[in-house]
Nanobody
Framework: VQLQASGGGLVQAGGPLRLSCAAS????????MGWFRQAPGKEREFVAA????????YYAGSVKGRFTISRDNAKNTVYLQMNSLKPEDTAVYYC???????????????WGQGTLVTVSS
């Protein structure tokens, strides 16, 4: 499966932004999807994940209540709605696909190219 993330940009603190990740290739609904991020000088970290049908989700504690992951299997797309953004949310955001529903990046074999989100204070 090939993944293409988009929607990053510069936003003021407190503002919203929505990321999209379009998938092509094999059956999208066969994959759980995750969003991860990597800030400058830091390791990649888990942000959110959604199960194959969208019925279950996981969130990192740092984004819970502010970010919402969703998917549209008819459009082969997963979304990350980010609200109340903070400067510490600044990072490159990556979408990833796996046949397993997990918060661990090691189980995701397919990755998008990343999209940069910059939150100004």
């Amino acid at each position: 499966v090939q993944l293409q993330a988009s929607g990053g940009g510069l936003v003021q603190a407190g503002g919203p932004l929505r990321l999209s990740c379009a998938a092509s290739g094999r059956t999208f609904s066969s994959y759980a999807m995750g969003w991860f991020r990597q800030a400058p000088g830091k390791e990649r970290e888990f942000v959110a994940a959604i199960s194959w049908s969208g019925g279950s989700t996981y969130y990192a504690g740092s984004v819970k209540g502010r970010f919402t992951i969703s998917r549209d299997n008819a459009k082969n797309t997963v979304y990350l709605q980010m609200n109340s953004l903070k400067p510490e949310d600044t990072a490159v955001y990556y979408c990833a696909a796996s046949t397993r529903f997990s918060t661990s990046s090691t189980v995701y074999p397919y990755w998008g190219q990343g999209t940069l989100v910059t939150v100004s204070s």
